[in-house]
C-alpha cells in the first residue's frame, strides 16, 4: 500500500512537472552571434499543444560588419516537454531526408540552452532569451 | 500576330503570378510600422505540409524612438495553400471567441498583403516582404 501510495505521488508530481510549466515556453527566444540573432525559436499554443518554428541564421563575417547570408526556415516536429527540457526534431538541412534532433534546456524563465543532439562532437550550446 | 503574341506573354506572366507551390512560400516575412518589424510570419515544411507562426509585435512609440514593448506569439492552424492565397487560422487571446481567419496573397515575388478577414472593418492590410 505504501509502495503503490509513493508510485502514485511519484507519477503525478512527474506529470505536472511536464505539463504544468507549458504555458512558460510560450515566446519568442532569441540566440545572438556577433549581435546578430543566429537562432529564432518561437513558441506557442493556439491548438492547444506547445508547437512552433526555428530559423537558423546563417551569418558572414566577411567585408567587416556581420550579417545575415542566410535563413533556414523550420516547423518543430514532434516537440516534447521533459521536466525543464523541450525536445523537437527538425529536418535535415537544405531539405534533406534526414532529421536534427535538438534539446532545449530552460535555465531560467527568461534564458535557456539550444543544443543539436546528433550535429556532432563540434555542435554548440547556444544561449537564448526570451524576447520581452 | 504581333497582338496574339503579346496577349500570350501577358497570360502566361499573370498565370506565373498567380500560382505558387508551397517551397515559394517557406522563409521568414516581415512587414514593418515605423522601421520596426511589426508582423513576422515564419513558414517552412519539415513534415511536407507548410506550416508555421506568426508574431505579433507590439510597438511603443511612447519617449521618441518606436521599440518593441511585447511580442505575442501564434502557431497557425488550418494552412491552406491556394494558388497565390495562404490562408490560416489564430487563436484569439479570448480562446472562447471564435479563431481570427488570415489570408495571405503574393502580389510579386516576395511580396505579399496579409489581412485578417473577420476582425472588423478597421483591420488593416499589412504589406510583407521575404527577408533575405
Redesign the interface.
Known amino acids: 500500500m505504501h509502495l503503490t501510495l509513493c508510485a502514485l505521488i511519484i507519477a503525478s508530481t512527474t506529470v505536472a512537472a511536464q505539463s504544468g510549466n507549458t504555458s512558460d515556453w ?3 527566444w532569441q540566440g545572438e552571434l556577433d549581435g546578430i540573432p543566429s537562432v ?1 525559436l ?6 492547444g499543444t506547445l ?3 526555428l ?1 537558423l541564421n546563417g551569418i558572414n563575417n566577411d567585408g567587416g560588419k556581420p550579417h ?1 547570408a542566410v ?1 533556414e ?5 514532434h516537440p516534447t516537454l521533459s521536466g525543464e527540457s523541450l525536445l523537437f526534431a ?2 535535415g538541412l537544405r531539405s534533406s531526408a534526414t532529421t536534427m534532433n535538438f534539446s532545449v534546456q530552460q535555465t531560467s524563465s527568461t534564458s535557456a540552452k539550444i543544443h543539436c543532439l546528433d550535429c556532432g562532437e563540434n555542435a554548440p550550446v547556444v544561449d537564448v532569451t526570451k ?2 | 500576330m504581333h497582338e496574339t503574341l503579346c496577349a500570350l506573354i501577358i497570360a502566361a506572366t499573370t498565370m506565373a503570378a498567380q500560382s505558387s507551390c508551397p517551397s515559394d512560400w517557406s522563409g521568414v516575412w516581415q512587414g514593418e510600422l515605423d522601421g520596426q518589424p511589426s508582423i513576422v510570419l515564419t513558414l517552412a515544411q519539415d513534415n511536407g505540409a507548410l506550416g508555421g507562426t506568426l508574431v505579433f509585435n507590439i510597438i511603443n512609440r511612447d519617449g521618441g524612438q518606436p521599440r518593441i514593448i511585447a511580442h505575442e506569439p501564434h502557431t497557425i492552424m488550418q494552412p491552406r495553400l491556394d494558388d497565390a492565397r495562404f490562408s490560416f487560422q489564430l487563436k484569439r487571446i479570448d480562446a472562447s471567441a471564435s479563431p481570427m481567419n488570415f489570408s495571405v496573397e503574393l502580389t510579386w515575388h516576395d511580396h505579399a498583403k496579409i489581412h485578417c478577414l473577420n476582425c472588423g472593418d478597421d483591420a488593416p492590410t499589412v504589406e510583407i516582404t521575404r527577408q533575405d
Open positions: 510560450v515566446g519568442v529564432v518561437t513558441l506557442a499554443m493556439d491548438d508547437q512552433g518554428t530559423v545575415i535563413r526556415t523550420h516547423v518543430l516536429l527538425i529536418k524576447q520581452d
